[in-house]
């Protein structure tokens, strides 16, 4: 009673054990799919810095571009004033007025696209100032030729106003050049460390993540390992159930064959001899037949529990004498077919094959509703096989399939036949449909086996 309370108390801790191994199992599967999570959302942010790299290496030579664009506005409205004052005409006149409508534009488009650029605000708005300057003068000095007012000082100094505010604009604009290299610059470095960053990061997750996953296989081949122990050993268990159920069945066999066989014998002697000694009386000849009747069904229970031809005369022998009286009992006949290299088998392996034939014929006899029955047991190679067929209704599918996936709801004749062949690492095959039943039955035997007698 100590024992069994000493096994329930440390249960619940095995048990508890069990599902923290689970439990652990389950965290660093978890774990190593978030860091392989993290490492997929690290490479799209690489992937956008490096779209948004690319995008300000652009954005600076749009930028550099619009400052050419400005100089080069300021420019044609300085050549087409030239060629005006020179040639006055209303074709340089348009050609002027087209070239000084070009400069605010794009002064604005500098202005757009440095606005993200808080230090370019008062570049632009200098530059728009010297750009204003600079329109003027040349205003001033188209003014003066269309009021026919222009002579060489006047111009010269004009001309002087324009290129000192030219100058100043190309300062200004190198200077917002500079500041968009700077700025280009400074993302750049920014991009390279966060690149770096990530792919370092990157890195740490895969091989954590790798990590993981090794230490969650090897913890479901440890949990695969104690599976399949666990599995061997209830196994073994079961075969150990098996071979005590047939030392009890041999050992039951033999106290009705010597005790109880032995006692009806007696009886039966007893009953004959008070029969003659009272002829008259038909009461002591009943007895006497009932008597008769009794030892021999006792005789027939204790030879089906453990036939003793098959421990004194072998598989071959036994299993024609249960045959036949399998027919007798049941009225279903058996067509049986043995080889003869089946006589010389292991005695471990005469019980198994025994039992199976036993088994199926019974399991014939009351679910199948056959009208006959056809064993074959051959020896080819070093391989017996025992092919057990009917013709009755056939196992119900779901039945079926539950015993070739995991072996369960199919019975305990079914999973003891199951388990006697795989004791010899043998081969069980079911099949069946509405037309009948076949199970074969493979054992191997070594060649060494083959030479053991199977007299005892």
């Not at 530059?127 to 003014?143: I, K, T």
Request: aromatic fraction near 4%; glycine fraction near 6%; charged fraction near 20%.
């Amino acid at each position: 009673m100590a024992e069994n309370s000493a096994v329930s108390a440390r249960s619940p801790g095995a048990k508890s054990e069990e599902l923290s191994s689970h439990d652990r199992a389950k965290l660093t599967l978890f774990i190593a799919l978030l860091l392989l999570a993290l490492s997929g959302l690290g490479a799209s942010v690489a992937m956008v810095r490096l779209y948004l790299s690319e995008g300000w290496v652009h954005h600076t030579y749009s930028v550099e571009v619009a400052l050419g664009d400005v100089e080069s506005a300021l420019a044609s409205a300085g050549s087409s004033r030239i060629h005006y004052i020179d040639s006055p005409s209303p074709a340089s006149l348009q050609a002027f007025t087209d070239a000084t409508q070009k400069v605010p534009l794009a002064i604005a488009q500098v202005r757009s696209l440095t606005s993200d650029n808080p230090g370019a605000a008062p570049l632009c708005n200098r530059l728009q100032e010297v750009a204003d300057r600079r329109m003027a003068a040349s205003l001033r000095s188209v003014e003066l030729v269309q009021r026919n007012e222009s002579d060489s000082a006047k111009q010269m100094q004009l001309t002087t106003q324009v290129g000192e505010a030219a100058i100043e604009t190309a300062a200004i604009e190198q200077q917002m050049r500079d500041n968009e290299d700077e700025l280009l610059a400074q993302r750049s470095r920014v991009t390279k460390l966060i690149f770096a960053s990530i792919v370092g990061i990157l890195a740490i997750s895969f091989t954590l993540s790798a990590v993981m996953f090794l230490i969650h296989n090897r913890m479901l081949q440890r949990e695969l390992r104690e599976r399949e122990s666990a599995e061997n050993q209830l196994r073994q268990l079961s075969v150990h159930l098996l071979r005590v159920r047939d030392a009890e069945a041999r050992r039951f066999a033999r106290e009705l064959h010597d005790g109880l066989g032995q006692t009806m014998v007696a009886a039966k002697m007893m009953a004959e001899s008070l029969a003659s000694q009272n002829a008259g009386n038909p009461k002591f000849d009943d007895l006497a037949t009932l008597i008769q009747e009794a030892a021999a069904q006792t005789r027939t229970i204790s030879y089906l529990l453990h036939p003793p031809m098959l421990d004194e005369l072998g598989f071959r022998s036994a299993a024609e004498w249960f045959m036949e009286g399998f027919t007798k009992r049941t009225g279903v006949p058996v067509t049986a077919s043995i080889s003869p290299g089946v006589e010389h088998l292991p005695k471990d392996m005469e019980l198994a094959l025994f039992r199976i034939l036993q088994e199926a014929l019974t399991n014939i006899h009351r679910h199948s509703n056959s009208a006959k029955a056809e064993v074959s047991i051959s020896m080819q190679a070093q391989e017996v096989t025992m092919i057990i067929s009917d013709h009755g209704k056939g196992i119900p599918p779901e039945t079926l399939s539950n015993f070739k996936t995991n072996g369960t709801r199919v019975g305990v004749g079914l999973a003891g036949m199951k388990e006697r062949v795989m004791e010899f690492k043998g081969s069980l095959e079911i099949q069946s449909d509405g037309g009948g039943t076949k199970i074969t039955v493979r054992m191997p035997v070594h060649r060494r086996d083959l030479s053991l007698p199977s007299l005892a």
